[in-house]
């Protein structure tokens, strides 16, 4: 059976690599437009495109999106989240997909996957997505964020820093994946219910999320559980630089030839 969910789209406008990101053209339309379009093609019952700037809500109305008007100081975008769930009532098992506004080649596989987990695992807050990491470069990369699971596919924690860590193998200065031990890469693609959002505003920051910089160490850290499913397929890449623009306007470019 299919799950029933909503998509919001946080959205800001300020950036400090590329600002106005949202706005920012890709084919000849806005990066939020080709967003919106791979959150509706994933089946989702609603889809909310949430901002705190005018002209974020200006460009998505252009292209008949739903559109939250959002505070402009919510420290993280599962804060703006929590906002939007306010503001529309949604009962506590709504099953809300979280879709970056960076992210213009999103599967829509994989925001059906992390709604199905919510679906599928109901004790789990939260489902998110990873994908094995096969090069040594990727691993100890600090921009790559790491997760290890439980047999069952829970996580048992993410970070920045190379994990799981053979002892053996890299004490000999050895940059070698070891076979057999799962690395894997977090995919920053998560489902929500709707009542967790509702207690992440009342959950106090813990020092490991501040430590490695990621938010989904408070819940974490508060005992919710995270269930955590390899991705049906590649996600697209997002967008962060000017250069990654070029990029993706190039495979999409591609993709229609």
């Known amino acids: 059976m299919n799950a029933s969910f909503k998509v919001v789209i946080p959205a800001r406008y300020a950036s400090t690599r590329l600002p106005g990101k949202p706005l920012a053209l890709i084919a000849g339309r806005p990066m939020v ?8 093609a994933s089946g989702a019952e609603q889809v909310v495109i949430a901002t705190d700037h005018a002209e974020v809500e200006a460009g998505a109305r252009r292209f008949a999106a739903e559109v939250a008007m959002t505070r402009e100081d919510h420290a993280s975008g599962t804060d703006r989240l929590a906002e939007v769930v306010e503001q529309y009532g949604w009962a506590d098992d709504t099953i809300v997909v979280n879709v970056q506004g960076d992210e213009p080649l999103m599967p829509p596989a994989l925001i059906r996957q992390v709604a199905g987990l919510l679906q599928t695992h109901p004790d789990a807050g939260i489902a998110t997505l990873c994908t094995p990491i096969l090069e040594a470069a990727e691993f100890f990369d600090p921009h790559v964020v790491k997760v290890v ?25 050895s940059e070698r994946l070891p076979r057999g031990v799962p690395h894997c890469r977090h995919i920053g693609l998560y489902g929500y219910r709707a009542g967790f959002l509702r207690d992440w505003r009342n959950m106090e920051p813990a020092p490991i999320e501040g430590s490695e910089m990621l ?6 850290w508060h005992g919710v559980r995270i269930q955590v499913a390899v991705a049906e397929e590649p996600p697209g890449p997002g967008v962060d630089t000017p250069q990654d623009l070029e990029r993706i306007e190039a495979l999409l470019s591609a993709r229609e030839k």
Do not use: K, N
Request: glycine share 6%.
């Open 33 to 40: 437009e080709h967003v919106h379009r791979q959150c509706l």
């Open 149 to 173: 699971r439980d047999r069952a596919g829970y996580a048992l924690y993410f970070s920045r820093a190379p994990i799981p860590w053979d002892r053996d193998e890299f004490a000999t200065g």
């Open 215 to 220: 938010e989904q160490l408070r819940a974490l």
